[in-house]
């Protein structure tokens, strides 16, 4: 099953996915491009794994680490499909990253990777972008790098976990205005999605809603106002967004 | 109603819905619903619900702890924008309950510090209006496992469960004047183990409120914590922990080794 959150009508819907159209929880049919999408739940705490791909921390030339280099986010960042993202007026490099967002649906403390499987609720795409100019050395990376408004895509689809048997093997890819940029497999994870759900529970409680956006391939480039930027993950759709000018508009989630 | 009671937001324990009690500060008692309670005896949920934000190296003394380390591998330069990080919601307690000490560990870090809530969304406002964005005000215990480096998110020493106390209350704004001068204090089981002030400040909280907002909103509900003082006390199992603020209150919670092996409270 795939489940989104949209708003139509000027009020906010359940949706799912029927053969290619968007069925609204009133039981209307609805083109996608009729929608404004919301991210597909409303997330609690938000991780992010940073140089989680052998390739693309090759890439930034850092050394692989023992731990997995995580840190958090604000529902600030949060936006859905077809969002346009703002990019600041004097950055130099702003790269879009596509990576596998994991959501968790039951309380998990001290969880084997072995079981770790079984409080996934689903899986969505996250296209988690980064403005590098911005970035410092304390406690890197640092939020006015990783955490602007509108920054942090999600959908447009979340996808029951039923429905991904082995999310260890899928194609990712990301396009910009129609030419492949980046190509990867979530195989080359350093850190799989069952080890990161260990980690995490083995010091902290997670719960239902948590999600855990588990990094990227090699691949990012710059974008620039006007770009379309489409990260797509094998079995769970295709997430689009924007890129626009940054002017001053705010962006809080469920206000 | 008395000459210098205060309303303040408070949810007792059971009862996650703030409630406007009235607080005689001094003598740290509150009537609440025609009740009269005593603020030390309390057990409280956390009186706010939006993400808490904490700031690093906020404080002159903190950052002049790392001396010439700010120009030397791996941060090459000092701080330029606020730095932050989150305390997520598996860390908040409220005022009363217990900070659990994971297994394996022989203390805990008490990071005492002035959480300020956000009443509107704040996206670049300059430090002239920043207050207006402001509901009031919360102490908090920014609580952590010793750890010296600031390169690299710390979410295994910072994110633990219990390592966020927030409350007893949420100060309306109006009662404090000045954010700028409230004197710190922190005692373990009564003794008095740090003396603080956010005059100390780098970023004075209207400053901090513009610079974090110039790159990202603050939403309603969100607390800002603005950082935490130098020379940080540590506490044990079976310790008592108070952080007191100068105007706002004191927020209390035991020290409890916790048990191998158990589930803890189901995260909500």
């Known amino acids: 099953m795939k489940r989104a959150r949209v708003a139509w009508g000027g009020a906010i819907h359940g949706a799912s996915e029927d053969h290619g159209r968007v069925r609204l929880d009133t039981g209307a049919l609805a083109d996608e491009s009729a929608l404004v999408w919301l991210p597909p739940f409303e997330p609690r705490t938000i991780f992010a794994v940073g140089l989680n791909y052998a390739d693309h921390v090759r890439e930034l030339a850092f050394k692989p680490s023992a731990e997995p280099l995580i840190f958090l986010k604000g529902p600030n960042t949060l936006a859905g499909h077809r969002a346009f993202t703002p990019r600041p007026m004097d950055a130099k490099f702003m790269h879009y990253e596509c990576e596998l967002a994991v959501v968790i649906g039951r309380p998990a403390y001290q969880v084997s990777r072995v079981q770790a499987l079984d409080y996934v609720a689903g899986y969505t795409i996250a296209n988690d972008y980064a403005v590098r100019d911005y970035l410092e050395n304390y406690y890197r990376p640092n939020l006015r790098a990783k955490n602007r408004d509108a920054a942090t895509l999600l ?94 508009a705010s962006s809080c989630a469920g206000q | 109603m008395f000459l210098g009671m205060k309303s303040v937001w408070l949810s007792l324990h059971g009862k996650p819905t703030p409630q406007l009690a009235q607080l005689d500060l001094a003598s740290g008692r509150l009537q609440l619903a025609g009740a009269e309670l005593v603020a030390a005896d309390l057990c409280c949920e956390v009186p706010v619900s939006g993400t808490v934000y904490g700031t690093a190296l906020n404080f002159r003394g903190a950052l002049a702890a790392l001396g010439e380390a700010v120009h030397a591998a791996p941060y090459l330069a000092p701080p330029r924008a606020p730095i932050l990080y989150i305390k997520p919601r598996n860390t908040w307690i409220g005022h009363g309950a217990s900070i659990r000490l994971p297994a394996g560990h022989d203390s805990i870090v008490v990071g005492p510090t002035l959480g300020v809530v956000i009443g509107a969304a704040a996206t670049r406002v300059s430090a002239a209006s920043a207050l207006e964005h402001v509901a009031g005000y919360v102490v908090v215990n920014d609580v952590a496992l010793a750890h010296s480096s600031y390169y690299r998110p710390a979410i295994s020493q910072q994110c633990r469960d219990s390592f966020c106390p927030l409350g007893p209350w949420l100060m309306p704004r109006a009662y404090l004047d000045d954010p700028d001068a409230l004197g710190i204090r922190v005692y373990i089981n009564d003794a008095l183990q740090l003396q603080s002030s956010t005059s100390q400040l780098i970023r004075p909280v209207r400053q901090l409120l513009a610079d974090v907002s110039a790159f990202m909103t603050l939403c309603q509900g969100d607390v800002l914590l603005v950082g935490l003082p130098e020379g940080l006390p540590q506490a044990r199992a079976g310790d008592v922990v108070t952080v007191e603020i100068e105007g706002l209150g004191r927020l209390t919670n035991p020290v409890v080794a916790e048990t191998p092996g158990r589930a803890p409270r189901s995260a909500t």
């Open chain 1, 155 to 248: 959908g447009p689809w979340l996808v029951d976990a039923a429905d991904v048997p082995d999310p260890m093997r899928l194609a990712l890819r990301t396009t910009v205005n129609g030419t492949v940029t980046q190509q990867g497999t979530t195989a080359d994870m350093i850190f799989g999605v069952a080890a990161l759900i260990e980690y995490l529970s083995a010091f902290m409680t997670l719960g239902p809603g948590d999600v855990i956006l588990t990094g990227t391939p090699e691949g990012v480039v710059n974008v620039n106002p006007g770009d379309e930027v489409v990260t797509e993950i094998e079995g769970l759709g295709r997430l689009t967004s924007l890129i626009v000018a940054e002017v001053g």
